[in-house]
């Protein structure tokens, strides 16, 4: 009987390592496939971003690898992180871009392009509420990313019930072990969400606080985009400091 325990008990702690390790830092694109997907002629008129946004400093931070099931919440129109998670996760994974039901006219707008590139493995999601679902296929995703746009759903009606709303269906969207990955432009410390429709900018302390609220655990943070010059007092589309501003990455776990 106590073999059979042990036994059992063996295969449990196979079963959930096996579990965990579908994104847990252990199966992440290597360096030349990330580096393969930034030099796909296809996305030509993108690549000159690519050094700027850290974009392989980026994608090794959010673990995507062959097989991931990738949701790209609030793309924009140039599907930009879309494109590179395409060919990285293969024909064996899955993109979706997603855009809440109140960008649903840019999403349509957007999708004749996205069409012109014949990704296979993407498929254009917009939802039928402003917050992440796949319907049947939630609880299926290993991450969810989301680039400069975290702050904007604060914007929504609802202001910090809206981001909580968000982080509750991002929570529903990730299997057990998925990661949440939130990119944004940061604001000053202690300034809460006030900046977020003047500035477009959110405290980072805010958005961790607000997703550990939702029952995530945090993984970790990349410094990349972090820019100490920038004093957090301008408009990000400001031309004086435009594509330079102080950002933070960080990563978080749906707890298995």
């Avoid at 599907?79 to 990285?88: E, G, K, L, N, V």
């Avoid at 910090?160 to 998925?178: I, M, Q, R, S, T």
Wanted: charged letters at 20%.
């Amino acid at each position: 009987m106590k073999r059979m325990m042990l036994g059992m008990a063996a295969l449990c702690a196979i079963a959930i390592a096996g579990l965990a390790a579908a994104h847990d830092g252990k199966h992440p694109a290597s360096a030349a496939q990330v580096a393969a997907a930034l030099a796909d002629p296809a996305r030509a008129d993108q690549a000159s971003d690519d050094a700027r946004r850290h974009a392989a400093d980026i994608l090794a931070f959010t673990g995507v690898g062959p097989g991931s099931k990738v949701v790209d919440l609030l793309p924009g129109g140039r599907y930009y992180w879309t494109r590179m998670f395409s060919p990285i996760v293969n024909e064996t994974g899955k993109v979706y871009p997603m855009w809440p039901q109140v960008a649903a006219a840019r999403a349509e707008k957007a999708a004749a392009a996205l069409d012109g590139w014949h990704l296979a493995n993407v498929t254009n999601t917009i939802t039928p509420a402003n917050v992440p679902t796949l319907g049947a296929a939630d609880g299926t995703i290993d991450i969810v990313y989301t680039n400069e746009n975290y702050h904007d759903i604060a914007n929504l009606p609802g202001g910090e019930a809206a981001l909580d709303a968000n982080n509750a269906a991002v929570f529903k969207v990730l299997k057990p072990g998925g990661v949440y990955v939130i990119v944004d432009h940061a604001d000053a410390a202690g300034t809460g969400l006030t900046g977020t429709s003047t500035k477009h900018r959110i405290d980072p302390a805010v958005v961790k606080a607000e997703v550990l609220k939702a029952g995530f655990t945090f993984a970790g943070e990349s410094k990349v985009l972090a820019n100490p010059a920038d004093d957090h007092s301008k408009n990000v589309f400001d031309p004086a400091i435009r594509g330079h501003t102080d950002q933070f990455a960080y990563k978080f776990r749906k707890p298995l």
